[in-house]
């Protein structure tokens, strides 16, 4: 985009060549970015063909939860035993409908959202019979294993059939004859035109089948999803919750702001003001005065050292340099090592996060060992970070203080609630009067870095 607009404003340039190569280079760009997301459709295409055959290959258990609810209907009249028969294939096509869910976003991408919970009756067993959701479940299972038989069966066929050609030069020496049997009788000889068939396959098949498994998120949308209206609820409440973040953490930016100004106020700027009145005076006392010039520099001296520790403290209260260089393990241990009580530090993490998690995992450490110095009481305090299924980041900060934290009742744990909602993460506070505190904050995990674990404790 900047180049496109950067051509025109060189009105001379032509004579120094800058145009064409602007062109040739803006071409280029889009040319790699048009192959980026061709190459990304069709490796995603092959996870399409994954889905048809999936629907194939459960084309058995999808029939057979079907049968059983067809069958279970069909003998209540006659028999009490198909209500039951009816209700376990009902909860086992329920069940189906969430994996159905599942296998569609992991191989196409699409999320669905399920529909609400019906209208609740007194007798729960009515309620079960006549809510809608596992009857379309049961539709849906019929109706994609039909498709699966038809889809599936191509797309496995198909898919063979270009690799078994695309392999050809393989086996080739191997054939009778140096032809290929066909299925339905006859023979072609192996010659490179069927090489050629087959790699034309497997480029063009990942493309139809991106096309073809339309019909699946069509069918999963509309008997396994809430329709429209849960879908415009689920978007409503999202934007809902991402005003607030970002309300949350505008003000949360802004108490950051007014609490570095006032640091830099009570700090180092106190100590500058100073620096500067010493220096005046030893400057008018260098004739007549030189010891005590020499003494008024040795103070300003001092204090200049002094602003130098209290400007570092403030910029590792900004961002510490430990975090970007060495992670978040390192920080968090310079961190125990700096706690006026001991802190035990766990770090276990497969990969290092990004630098917002760490980040915010970091700053929520250091507030939470605060606030456990400050207002605990307690003797020791222990902080666990590891990564749990989502993936999430979780860091746990314990003490053995007098507990009684409320969540409500300060700046301190809003702030925090307020920095993890802005990433969509959660802070959880137990904190049972003389039983010590436990602040738990899960992080949803960005793009990762490579880091070792690290177990430390400070002395």
């Keep these: 985009m ?12 032509p004579a120094l060549g800058t145009g064409p190569a602007l062109g040739a280079s803006s071409t280029a760009a889009g040319a790699a970015g048009a192959g980026a997301v061709l190459a990304r459709t069709w490796l995603w295409g092959w996870l399409a063909i994954v889905q048809l055959v999936l629907d194939l290959l459960l084309i058995g258990p999808f029939l057979a939860v079907g049968s059983t609810v067809l069958a279970g209907v069909a003998s209540i009249p006659a028999l009490l035993v198909g209500v039951p028969l009816t209700a376990f294939g009902l909860l086992a096509a329920s069940l189906l409908a969430r994996f159905e869910r599942a296998r569609l976003r992991a191989f196409t991408g699409v999320v669905v959202v399920p529909p609400g919970p019906p209208t609740q009756r007194q007798n729960r067993w009515l309620t079960w019979l006549l809510d809608p959701r596992p009857w379309r479940a049961t539709l849906h299972l019929t109706l994609i294993s039909l498709w699966g038989l038809v889809a599936g069966t191509l797309a496995t066929g198909l898919t063979s059939l270009a690799f078994a050609l695309a392999a050809l030069p393989v086996y080739r020496s191997q054939l009778p004859g140096g032809r290929l049997s066909l299925p339905w009788g006859g023979s072609l000889p192996a010659n490179p035109a069927l090489v050629l068939l087959g790699v034309f396959g497997l480029l063009v098949l990942p493309m139809v089948a991106r096309g073809v498994v339309s019909v699946d998120v069509a069918l999963t949308r509309w008997l396994l999803g809430g329709g429209r209206q849960a879908e415009v609820e689920r978007l409503s409440a999202r934007v809902e919750t991402l005003t607030q973040t970002r309300v949350a ?42 010891e005590g010039a020499a003494d008024l520099l040795d103070k300003a001296h001092t204090a200049a050292k002094e602003a130098i520790v209290e400007m570092r403290q403030v910029a590792r209260g900004i ?141």
């Design 2 to 13: 900047t180049t496109d607009q950067s051509g025109p404003a060189l009105s001379t340039g």
């Design 249 to 290: 953490a505008v003000d949360s930016v802004e108490l950051e702001r007014r609490r570095i100004e006032r640091d830099l106020h009570d700090g180092p700027q106190q100590r500058l003001v100073a620096i500067a009145m010493d220096l005046g005076m030893a400057r008018g006392k260098l004739v007549g005065d030189p």
């Design 319 to 459: 961002h510490p340099p430990v975090l970007t260089d060495r992670g978040l393990d390192a920080a968090l241990s310079a961190l125990a090592a700096r706690s006026p009580i001991p802190v035990r530090v766990s770090v276990d993490l497969p990969a290092r996060p990004s630098q917002t998690v760490e980040a915010i995992a970091y700053f929520c450490v250091s507030e939470a060992l605060t606030n456990v110095a400050k207002h605990s009481g307690a003797r020791t305090a222990q902080v666990t970070v590891t990564q749990q299924p989502g993936p999430l980041l979780v860091a746990t900060v314990s003490d053995d203080g007098c507990g009684g934290a409320d969540p409500g009742a300060g700046t301190g744990l809003i702030g925090l609630g307020q920095r993890v909602a802005a990433v969509d993460g959660t802070l959880e506070v137990d904190s049972p009067a003389g039983a010590g505190t436990r602040l738990t904050i899960r992080l949803p995990l960005g793009s990762p870095n490579t880091s070792p674990s690290l177990d430390r404790s400070s002395p």
